[in-house]
């Protein structure tokens, strides 16, 4: 029996799989993991044990504490050059089901929804040929003149890369001029899977995974923080995620401006590979415990419950994720790939999962600063 990092008492690690128990000597030891242990842990048929390490790790950083925030997704066009095979979202300029919001529309749609305060817009979208950048600073300035306490998440590397682009402007000068206007951190999508093989195939016209790599430093560079992510559960293979993983954690160590890892469980439903099957339970769970045990430099390991449902997030809470997203109020991009999970979940539902994995509730703000609420207002302890 030791003491685990709550105080409570712990039962040594058990499992009959040996190819995990170097790993888990390392892991108790507080030493780095390899690409080798990376794939023992996809490996294993204990997912148990691999989630028992993951948990081990994440009550080391957070004991009890589960993060999730009050906030609102935005999404201001689903036209998109890109035609990735990944995505149900995004449409050709000119084809049937685009839209793109009137600048006063998404102002009005950042309002509509909850009458919970948010304390984050989200704001991902199409890359769309003909919207100039100031399309995009004006619809930033906008929310922040109408919502001035409300950080504002926007923009994936990949819409950073095209934006800058299409501006005639360096990423380091365009990243200035999304300060300017109000930007305050960059979400973490479109970095689906590194490896140009499996990059060619799901989403061939984005930026490459260098690119994102190096738009993500850029973006740390220029003092934001932001998110990563990692689409699995389509034709990459164990390799390829512990390679995304390890490019992610190399360059953590050079910047440390990543806030959170969040695994994407794959959507096929109306995508060019809808052929393919969902992720399975097993899948999810390990892929978040596989994330928190690799990933020893980043500080939280998200399970979005749009993606992988309120149950399942829930129990990943003991495997490893330390925050599970947030109210969300409109989610597009999912459903249109056949997400059954509710559009948005109120604060007291996201509350009451957390509290019945018996983890304690924290309202973050995106930079993670606790939030206290006295009925539809907020502060935020800095
Ligand atoms: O970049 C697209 C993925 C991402 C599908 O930073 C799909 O806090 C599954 O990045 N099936 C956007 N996934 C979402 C995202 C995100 C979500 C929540 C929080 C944060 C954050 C970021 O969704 C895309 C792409 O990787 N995606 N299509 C699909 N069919």
């Known amino acids: 029996m030791t003491e685990s990092p709550t105080g409570r008492p712990r039962h040594e690690f058990q499992t009959e799989d040996a190819a995990l128990w170097p790993i888990a000597e390392k892991v108790m030891a507080s030493q780095r993991l390899n690409m080798q242990d990376g794939l023992a842990l996809y490996r294993s048929a204990d997912v148990l044990a691999v989630g028992w390490l993951a948990n081990l790790v994440r009550e080391r950083l957070h004991g009890d504490l589960t993060y999730f925030n009050v906030n609102r997704h935005i ?20 084809t049937e089901g685009t839209y793109t919001m009137a600048l006063e529309e998404a102002w009005a749609s950042a309002a509509s929804g909850y009458t919970e305060a948010v304390t984050e817009f989200h704001i991902v979208g199409g890359l769309h040929p003909d919207l100039p950048f100031e399309y995009f600073l ?67 016209h984005k930026i490459d995974g260098s690119e994102w790599l190096e738009t993500a430093k850029m973006v ?28 992610l954690r190399a360059v953590q160590d050079e910047t440390g401006g990543f806030q959170t890892f969040i695994p994407l469980a794959f959507h096929p439903e109306n995508t060019a ?32 419950w749009q993606m992988v449902t309120p149950k399942m997030a829930q129990i990943s809470l003991r495997f490893g994720a330390d925050d599970i997203d947030g109210t969300v109020v409109e989610e597009k991009i999912y459903h249109d790939a056949g997400a059954t999970t509710p559009q948005g979940m109120r604060r007291a539902d996201l509350e009451r999962l957390i509290r019945e994995a018996g983890r304690e509730p924290f309202e973050r703000d995106t930079l993670y600063h606790p939030v206290t609420r006295s009925e539809d207002s907020f502060t935020i302890a800095l």
């Open 75 to 94: 999404n201001p066009t689903n036209v998109c050059v890109a035609s990735c095979r990944l995505c149900a979202f995004g449409r050709k300029k000119g």
């Open 138 to 204: 004006d619809l930033v300035k906008g929310l922040k003149e109408r919502f001035p306490q409300v950080h504002i998440k926007a923009f994936t590397m990949v819409e950073v890369a095209f934006l800058a682009k299409r501006a005639k402007l360096s990423i380091p000068v365009a990243l200035e001029r999304m300060k300017e206007a109000g930007v305050d951190s960059c979400p973490g999508g479109g970095a689906e899977i590194f490896v140009d093989r499996v990059r060619h195939i799901i989403c061939d």
């Open 220 to 247: 740390h560079q220029a003092g934001l923080r932001s998110n990563a992510t990692m689409l699995y559960g389509h034709i990459e293979n164990e390799e390829d995620r512990v390679d995304h993983i390890l490019k």
């Open 273 to 304: 590979l809808s052929h393919l099957p969902r992720t399975t339970g097993f899948d999810d769970l390990r892929q978040i415990a596989v994330g928190r045990l690799l990933l020893d430099n980043f500080a939280h390991i998200k399970s979005y």
